[in-house]
């Protein structure tokens, strides 16, 4: 692909370092991004006991031993396209979170928060504990200067009917958010939940923000920040993914059903 420059609003099929180089610096609002594990994942239809015919293949992953520099080119990348307002959140297993952890203090970003997604299930293990939450960097550019919007989501003295602040709630690092079951759709192997991606982009951006994953897999930050107003670019460098997520933005849908589809609720 012989491109000069990235267009808003649109998707690439393109390994994402490269495709980041086209964009100027400064110009990103936010990062929310969920890269390859690099722990020899098969993304194949039999690992998740679906429909073969609408789940699909083709997870790209990385080598661990290249993992580091892997994870510190693109951090870089992302680095110098962000705004000094902007930040990113950078999902990991714990598998790498060490690699994680050292790219991105080695690239400069500043860390403002450990958060944990506890999702409803995990593997059944025999021999060790079973693992059910997920790790989510939260970092910025400038943390003099980052956006974060507390309110946004609940008024500040708005209360569960515990009488519990419902601000202080939304904001614990530790969210419990279930894993989404597409039953009879088409489908990736991975993806984040909706209202997971939901939260992130209203407490960190604002309408006709620019949103960025350079990992989209089936699309999920590009559909959601979309729904919500937001401008967005991503990279997928899997053809079959790529193609995937195009037709849920280019549909304006959220699920695509062999038949028929739920259309979206844009807003504009």
């Known amino acids: 692909m012989n491109l000069k420059q990235i267009e808003f609003n649109k998707i690439y099929n393109m390994n994402c370092i490269k495709g980041m180089t086209l964009i100027p610096d400064n110009k990103i609002d936010l990062i929310i991004t969920d890269p390859p594990f690099a722990i020899n994942f098969k993304a194949s239809k039999a690992n998740y006991n679906r429909t073969a015919s609408r789940v699909i293949e083709g997870y790209n992953e990385i080598k661990p031993e290249e993992y580091y520099d892997f994870t510190f080119q693109w951090m870089s990348e992302s680095f110098r396209i962000l705004k000094e307002s902007g930040s990113m959140y950078v999902f990991s297993g714990w598998n790498n979170l060490k690699d994680i952890l050292m790219a991105l203090d080695d690239v400069g970003f500043t860390t403002i928060n450990h958060l944990i997604w506890k999702y409803q299930f995990g593997v059944v293990t025999a021999k060790k504990f079973v693992t059910s939450h997920y790790h989510c960097l939260y970092v910025c550019k400038n943390g003099k200067k980052r956006k974060f919007f507390p309110y946004t989501r609940f008024k500040k003295n708005s209360k569960t009917t515990e009488g519990r602040s419902l601000h202080y709630k939304d904001k614990e690092d530790v ?76 549909r304006n849908v959220y699920r695509l059903k062999e038949k028929s589809t739920r259309k979206l609720k844009m807003k504009h």
């Open 175 to 250: 969210w419990s958010i279930k894993r989404e079951y597409w039953t009879g759709d088409q489908k990736t192997p991975t993806k984040l939940p909706a209202e997971l991606i939901k939260k992130i982009l209203e407490y960190s951006s604002e309408k006709n923000d620019v949103i960025l994953d350079p990992f989209l897999g089936s699309g999920q930050v590009a559909v959601i920040s979309k729904m919500l107003g937001r401008k967005f670019l991503g990279y997928e460098i899997v053809k079959e993914y790529y193609k995937f997520a195009k037709k849920r933005l280019d």
